[in-house]
């Protein structure tokens, strides 16, 4: 097993994880200004957005840029001014480093090394966006970004028919009609809110059944990042809410997918995954059945 005292006096550096406004400047905290005042240096996902945080904020701590593209040439760097004794503030663009951006990989290495890892709470998206939603707060699962071919997509979903929380997804404006399409189809048309520029002058929260905000956006296009939120599970009458559709025959399964409108190729994919079942062999009794 492996200790850690975040505050005990230790003669290498430490790794803070500052999180930063998903939007609105002011929801900085004191203690994440003071911490990137004191640093010796700043780990930033995309420097040219983080020099306005600062700028905003009069800090002067200089950055290094630590992203996807470069964190396995910038680790051992950092590593080595830890190790050396400075102190480390890693921020990403917006919110919880790690939390679908940046930062597991450098938190990992310093866990590996014996460095402390001290995070400090803030804004992140999905949390905020959760408890005004009006969905039940916990339990929830958060999922973030889903893949973004259809398919793959549908499969993902699929995962989580029997999940009894709410769950929480990350996307983006123009691929969000196509999402809740997959949403409406996996999950029997569940009650969903889409939240999009939290806490901007344009915040917004739009709330009902997935079919009627899919109406909605064939009329209105939105812009801004958006919060998914989809509702537990409710399922069709002939399968209790406690079950799932693997407990129906694996006719009416597939009859049921189509009816959501799922391609063929979509219903064996998503059949073979729930009922742990190879395709070749679901193929097979699908095609002889249509």
């Known amino acids: 097993m492996q200790r850690q005292q975040s505050f005990a006096k230790n003669e290498e550096g430490c790794l803070y994880l500052v999180p930063t406004p998903i939007g609105n400047l002011q929801d900085m905290t004191y203690r994440s200004v003071a911490?990137?005042?004191?640093v010796d240096v700043?780990?930033?996902?995309?420097?040219?957005?983080?020099?306005?945080?600062?700028?905003?904020?009069?800090?002067?701590?200089?950055?290094i840029s630590l992203h996807e593209h470069n964190y396995q040439e910038r680790i051992p760097q950092l590593l080595a001014r830890l190790k050396a004794g400075e102190k480390i503030a890693q921020v990403s663009d917006a919110g919880m480093p790690s939390i679908s951006d940046p930062g597991h990989e450098l938190v990992l290495a310093c866990v590996v090394e014996r460095i402390p890892v001290i995070a400090l709470p803030g804004a992140t998206a999905g949390m905020t966006a959760l408890?005004?939603?009006?969905l039940t707060p916990q339990p929830f699962t958060f999922i973030g970004f889903l893949p973004r071919k259809k398919s793959q997509q549908v499969e993902a979903l699929a995962a989580y028919t029997q999940s009894c929380g709410t769950l929480i997804f990350y996307e983006s404006p123009f691929r969000l009609k196509d999402t809740l399409k997959n949403v409406a189809a996996v999950f029997h048309d569940p009650q969903v809110v889409i939240c999009r520029e939290l806490t901007k002058i344009h915040e917004e929260y739009l709330r009902g059944k997935a079919s009627e905000l899919i109406g909605y956006l064939e009329e209105t296009s939105l812009r801004g990042e958006c919060v998914l939120l989809v509702a537990p599970t409710e399922f069709p009458e002939e399968v209790s809410r406690d079950e799932d559709l693997t407990l129906l025959s694996i006719t009416e399964h597939f009859a049921h997918l189509k009816a959501a409108g799922l391609t063929d190729k979509e219903i064996i994919k998503t059949v073979a995954s729930a009922r742990q079942m190879k395709k070749q062999e679901v193929y097979k009794i699908f095609h002889e059945l249509v």
Do not use: C, V
């Open 35 to 38: 911490t990137l005042q004191e």
């Open 131 to 134: 408890i005004a939603s009006g």
């Open 42 to 63: 700043i780990a930033a996902e995309d420097t040219r957005n983080t020099i306005k945080l600062l700028n905003h904020f009069a800090i002067t701590t200089p950055q």
